[in-house]
C-alpha cells in the first residue's frame, strides 16, 4: 500500500510540473493514516460491549472495483420486518479511509425490506463492513474484502 | 441549483413493498484532498439524508465524507396509503434541499 | 515510475505491431469494456448521475438570457424534437467561421449571436447541463459525418491522432488502434470511441466533456495539452467521431 502510495505522488509530483507550465492548482491525495484500530474504535461506538454475530447481513460489493471513487454497495438484512422483528438500523464501515464510517442506515418495521443501496469511496484496496442492529438490540455483521486499482491517467484537478 | 433525480412508483398496492431511488447532485468534499500549497480543501458534504411518508420520517442516513459524490440512496417503504414522500438533505455550509413525490395506493 | 515502465513495455509491444485502424467489425463501444455494476450505472436513468446534467439542461434550455432575453426553446421549442440527432453530427462545419465547431462551441456561437448573451466557459455546469441535455437528444442515433467541407479537418485530425508526443512518446493510435483491451495499469484499454460524451465519469465524479478527456490523456502521455476550445481539439474530436461513424449516441454515457 505504501509503495503504491508514493508511486501516485510521485507521478503526480511529475504531472504537476507539466502543470506548473498552465498555472493549475494540483490536487494530492495526502490521507491520514487509518487503522484497523480506528475500525474498532468505531464499531465500539455502535455496539458498546455487546457482541457481534456473523450472519443475516449481506454486503454486496463488487470485490474488484472499476474505480475507487465511486463502488456501488448493497447492505441488505434477512428479517421479516414486523413490528416485533424488524432492523433498527445498517452501519457500515470501512479499513483504511482516513475516516472508519461510511454511513448509517436508520430504519423501521415499515420498511417491508431491509435493504439499503448507495455509492462509496475506497481510498485503497480494503474490507468494508457491515453491521445490523435488530429490534431485540442484537447486533449482525458481514464484511466484504474489495481489491481497488487506482486510475492509469490522473489529472489536474479544480 | 442541485437538481434531485427521485424515483418512486405512481402507483402501488396497498402492503406492497416498494423501492425508493433518490440521486442528489453535490460534490461530497471530503476534506481531505489538498492543493500543492498544501493547504487542505475544506470538507463540503451532505451529512443527513431523511424521507418523510405523509408526515412520518421512515427512513433517515448519516453520511460521511465516504460516501460518493452526487450521492445515490436507495431503500424500501410498505406502501400503505396514498399521499406525499418528502426528501431532504442537510449538509455543511448550510446545505439544505427538498424534493416530493407522490403515491397512490389503492 | 512504475507507470511509465508499463507505458514502456506496451510501446515495445505497439512497435512491433503495425499502426493500423479498427476494422468496422471489432469496433466496439467503451461500454463493453466496463463491469457489470458500470453498466447498471448507465442504463438506469434513474441512477446514471450524467442525468442529474441533462435534468439541469432542460430547465437551462427554457431560461431566458441575454440583452435579447431569449430562451434557446424560443426557437428551438421542444428539444425532443429539434435536438433529436443533432448531437449525432457533431463537430459541424461552420460557414462563418470556415471551419468545423463542437457542440459546446454551437452553444456558444448561438448564444453571442442570437441571445446576445456571453460565452459559458468551457466545462462549467452550465454548458455542461446544457451540452448533455441536448446531446441525449441524439441517444441511440447513428453517429455520421459525411460533409465534404469536413474532410480536410478530419485528415488533420487523424495526424493528430497518429504523431507521437509527449515525454512518453506515444501517438493516441499506439494504445488505442493497437493495444485495445490490453490492460494499462489495471484498466482496459478502450478503442476511444466518444459515442457517450459528455459523459459521468467516476473518475471525476463528475460530469465532463470529450475536451476534457482529451486533455487529461494527453497530460497523461507528459505532452502539453491543448487549451480548450483549441482547433486541434477540435479536429481530433472529428477524426474520433469520423471513426466511429454508425455506432450509436450514448450520452450521458458513464465510465470508470
Known amino acids: 500500500m505504501h509503495h503504491q502510495d508514493s508511486t501516485r505522488r510521485q507521478f503526480l509530483g511529475l504531472a504537476g510540473g507539466a502543470a506548473v507550465l498552465g498555472a493549475v492548482p494540483i490536487v494530492t491525495l495526502r490521507p491520514a493514516e487509518a487503522t484497523p484500530a ?3 474504535t468505531a464499531i465500539r461506538n455502535v455496539v458498546g460491549e455487546a457482541e457481534v454475530r456473523t450472519g443475516k447481513v449481506k454486503l454486496d460489493v463488487p470485490p474488484l472495483v472499476e474505480n475507487g471513487n465511486t463502488v456501488p454497495l448493497t447492505v441488505s438484512v434477512a428479517s421479516p420486518m414486523t413490528s416485533r422483528d424488524y432492523v433498527k438500523s445498517i452501519h457500515i464501515f470501512n479499513e483504511k479511509n482516513p475516516q472508519p464510517n461510511i454511513g448509517n442506515f436508520h430504519l423501521g418495521p415499515h420498511a417491508g425490506r431491509a435493504q439499503v443501496s448507495t455509492r462509496i469511496r475506497l481510498a485503497d484496496s480494503q474490507k468494508v463492513v457491515a453491521i445490523a442492529r435488530l429490534s431485540d438490540d442484537s447486533f449482525w455483521s458481514a464484511s466484504v474484502d474489495v481489491v481497488v486499482t487506482l486510475a492509469a491517467c490522473t489529472e489536474e484537478v479544480i | ?60 442516513a448519516d453520511l460521511y465524507p465516504a460516501i460518493a459524490a452526487n450521492p445515490f440512496i436507495t431503500f424500501f417503504t410498505t406502501a400503505t396509503e396514498s399521499g406525499t414522500f418528502e426528501f431532504e438533505w442537510i449538509g455543511d455550509n448550510g446545505f439544505s434541499e427538498t424534493a416530493s413525490a407522490s403515491i397512490t395506493v389503492e | 515510475m512504475r507507470l511509465a515502465w508499463i507505458i514502456a513495455f506496451v510501446l515495445l509491444v505497439a512497435a512491433a505491431a503495425g499502426a493500423a485502424e479498427i476494422s468496422q467489425t471489432e469496433r466496439r463501444s467503451g461500454y463493453s469494456f466496463m463491469g457489470p455494476d458500470t453498466k447498471a450505472m448507465q442504463d438506469d436513468d434513474t441512477a446514471n448521475p450524467g442525468m442529474l446534467w441533462v435534468l439541469d439542461g432542460e430547465k437551462l434550455w427554457n431560461r431566458k438570457v441575454g440583452t435579447a432575453d431569449k430562451a434557446c426553446a424560443d426557437c428551438h421549442s421542444d428539444a425532443r424534437a429539434s435536438m433529436k440527432g443533432v448531437a449525432a453530427h457533431y463537430p459541424a462545419f461552420d460557414k462563418a467561421l470556415g ?118 490523456c494527453i497530460t497523461g502521455i507528459r505532452a502539453q495539452a491543448y487549451d480548450y476550445g483549441a482547433p486541434e481539439l477540435v479536429e481530433l474530436e472529428l477524426y474520433l467521431m469520423s471513426r466511429a461513424r454508425g455506432m450509436a449516441m450514448e450520452t450521458p454515457a458513464v465510465r470508470p
Open chain 1, 38 to 40: 480506528m475500525l474498532a
Open chain 2, 1 to 60: 441549483m442541485p437538481s434531485a433525480l427521485i424515483n418512486v412508483p405512481a402507483k402501488a398496492r396497498r402492503g406492497d413493498i416498494v423501492e425508493i431511488k433518490t440521486l442528489m447532485s453535490h460534490i461530497m468534499e471530503t476534506g481531505y484532498r489538498h492543493l500543492a500549497s498544501g493547504e487542505a480543501v475544506p470538507r463540503d458534504i451532505i451529512t443527513s439524508f431523511s424521507c418523510r411518508y405523509n408526515d412520518t420520517e421512515i427512513f433517515r
Open chain 3, 99 to 216: 471551419r468545423p465547431v463542437d457542440l459546446e462551441q454551437r452553444i456558444n456561437l448561438c448564444r453571442t449571436n442570437h441571445q446576445q448573451a456571453s460565452p459559458l466557459p468551457y466545462e462549467s455546469r452550465d454548458l455542461l447541463a446544457l451540452t448533455a441535455f441536448v446531446a441525449q437528444q441524439s441517444r441511440g442515433a447513428a453517429i455520421e459525418n459525411g460533409d465534404p467541407q469536413l474532410d480536410p479537418f478530419v485528415a488533420k485530425g487523424r495526424e493528430l491522432f497518429m504523431q507521437r508526443q509527449g515525454q512518453l512518446n506515444l501517438g493516441c493510435t499506439n494504445c488505442h488502434d493497437d493495444n485495445w483491451d490490453k490492460r494499462l495499469a489495471g484498466s482496459p484499454i478502450t478503442q476511444a470511441h466518444p459515442t457517450g460524451y459528455p459523459l459521468y465519469r467516476l473518475e471525476w465524479q463528475s460530469l465532463g466533456s470529450l475536451q476534457r478527456r482529451l486533455r487529461a
